[in-house]
């Protein structure tokens, strides 16, 4: 069955927790111990391996002095295995803190130990682990793109500058364009209302001329009567 069988959490060579689907991998203790000692002399600290053996590959995370080890089938890539990897290095840390600096041997076995055997069954059975890292290495290339683009910005601070100066002046002529129209606009209302007062005075002016030849006087006595 395709996914991961044995993991174990090693300082150097001090094992102090270990877990393994016996049924499936009879030999992965004496197998990864090996590979531990390998590693060891081998392989830098804070690094990421990976060894073959038959149809199994041992995969092997380093960070300050701390090294998790699990093996899985070949066919179940590279990916999850060192997501898994991840994950118990970061459980282990959280859980045990600098106490791991000086344990002795298995010293966190009985406890870690359920905790090995559960993440393993689910980064092996369960699909939501495979979409859950997805999604992480889609964050994780989100945030390199994002940061690469700041720091694109952060290298064109001259032209920022001068885009922020044309912005303020841009912003300045827009006030005072606006200030213009709205006097326009008055000035053309009065104008109007003008023009409307001087044609009702000459309508009414006519009316009363007319008025005046019609009922025979200036007083308009006639057509009052």
């Not at 179940?76 to 459980?91: S, V």
């Not at 000459?202 to 200036?218: E, Q």
Request: glycine share 4%; charged share 20%; with cysteine.
């Amino acid at each position: 069955m395709m996914g991961i069988f044995y993991c174990l959490v090693a300082r150097g060579n001090v094992l102090l927790a270990e877990s393994s689907a016996a049924a499936t991998a009879p030999n992965a203790s004496s197998l990864a111990r090996q590979v531990l000692e390998k590693t060891m002399q081998a392989a830098k600290d804070n690094s990421n391996a990976s060894y073959s053996h038959d149809r199994c590959i041992f995969h092997v995370k380093r960070t300050d002095g701390l090294t998790v080890l699990c093996m899985a089938d070949d066919a179940f890539g590279r990916r999850l295995p060192f997501a898994f990897l991840e994950d118990i290095h970061l459980k282990f840390v959280k859980t045990y803190g600098r106490a791991i600096l000086s344990a002795p041997a298995y010293a966190m076995n009985e406890e870690f130990s359920r905790v090995l055997s559960q993440q393993m069954d689910y980064y092996t059975n369960d699909p939501n682990a495979d979409r859950l890292n997805r999604l992480k290495g889609e964050m994780s290339q989100v945030q390199s793109v994002m940061i690469d683009n700041i720091e694109k910005v952060l290298d064109r601070g001259d032209r920022l500058a001068l885009l922020v100066d044309k912005t303020t002046s841009f912003q300045g002529s827009a006030v005072r364009f606006n200030r213009s129209s709205r006097r326009f606009k008055n000035n053309l209302w009065w104008r109007n209302a003008k023009l409307m007062f001087a044609l009702v005075a000459v309508l009414l002016i006519i009316i009363y001329v007319v008025l005046v030849f019609v009922c025979h006087g200036f007083l308009l006595a006639s057509c009052f009567k």
